[in-house]
T-cell receptor, first 122, second 107 residues
Framework: QVQLQQSGPGLVKPSQTLSLTCAIS??????????WNWIRQSPSRGLECLGR?????????DYAVSVKGRITINPDTSKNQFSLQLNSVTPEDTAIYYC????WGSGAFDIWGQGTMVIVSS | DIQMTQSPSSVSASVGDRVTITCRAS??????LTWYQQKPGKAPKVLIY???SLQSGVPSRFSGSGSGTDFTLTISSLQPEDFATYSC?????????FGQGTKVDFK
């Protein structure tokens, strides 16, 4: 079955870069039937979709306005994974970060990673 | 962004009760509505997609209805394992946005 395995540090200093990776098994990052998303959850902001990457003859990225300019999501076809980089973090970026598969047909985030609690603190 | 508003924010219920949660979109989203269940320390789990389609493996006591801007999740007979937080999410336009969640706890 499809599984997503997240990795990356749980503590990031203010003004530095948050970096997480999501390894995919049982599906392909190049799949035409899905987009690969990063979502975060915090008590103040709830569940928030940060952005996605997907392949439709070429690679596309979409980013939420709230993090645009600070975020990069990259696919890695050689390792069948995708990554999140969020620059210039502040304590407001403290949250649980999830990767998730978004199905074009269902409109649902149907497969989720295990989640990574990221704390922004010096 | 499309805003999703759930009500109530919390509900106290007993085993066997019928529970109804509503979700309203700030603009029409057709049937691009998903319902999730989330338990503490876990990622959300899909219950209903496309407003009324039951995800494989989800008990039939869960059902969804609605289209356009108004949607409903119904649990016909609450079971002990159903005490959790429920969220809606739209996929009509990016970013796919979530409601704020409804916590179902013991009366």
């Amino acid at each position: 079955q499809v599984q997503l395995q997240q990795s990356g540090p749980g503590l990031v200093k203010p003004s530095q870069t948050l970096s997480l990776t999501c390894a995919i098994s049982g599906d392909s990052v190049s799949s035409s039937s899905a987009a690969w998303n990063w979502i975060r959850q915090s008590p103040s902001r709830g569940l928030e979709c940060l952005g996605r990457t997907y392949y439709r003859s070429k690679w596309y990225n979409d980013y939420a306005v709230s993090v645009k300019g600070r975020i990069t999501i990259n696919p890695d076809t050689s390792k069948n994974q995708f990554s999140l980089q969020l620059n210039s973090v502040t304590p407001e970026d403290t949250a649980i970060y999830y990767c998730a598969r978004g199905g074009w047909g269902s409109g649902a985030f149907d497969i989720w990673g295990q989640g990574t609690m990221v704390i922004v603190s010096s | 962004d499309i805003q999703m508003t759930q009500s109530p924010s919390s509900v106290s219920a007993s085993v066997g009760d019928r529970v109804t949660i509503t979700c309203r979109a700030s603009q029409g989203i057709g049937s691009w509505l998903t319902w999730y269940q989330q338990k503490p320390g876990k990622a959300p789990k899909v219950l209903i997609y496309a407003a009324s389609s039951l995800q494989s493996g989800v008990p039939s006591r869960f059902s969804g209805s609605g289209s356009g801007t108004d949607f409903t999740l119904t649990i016909s007979s609450l079971q002990p394992e159903d005490f959790a937080t429920y969220s809606c999410q739209q996929a009509n336009s990016f970013p796919w946005t979530f409601g704020q969640g409804t916590k179902v706890d013991f009366k």
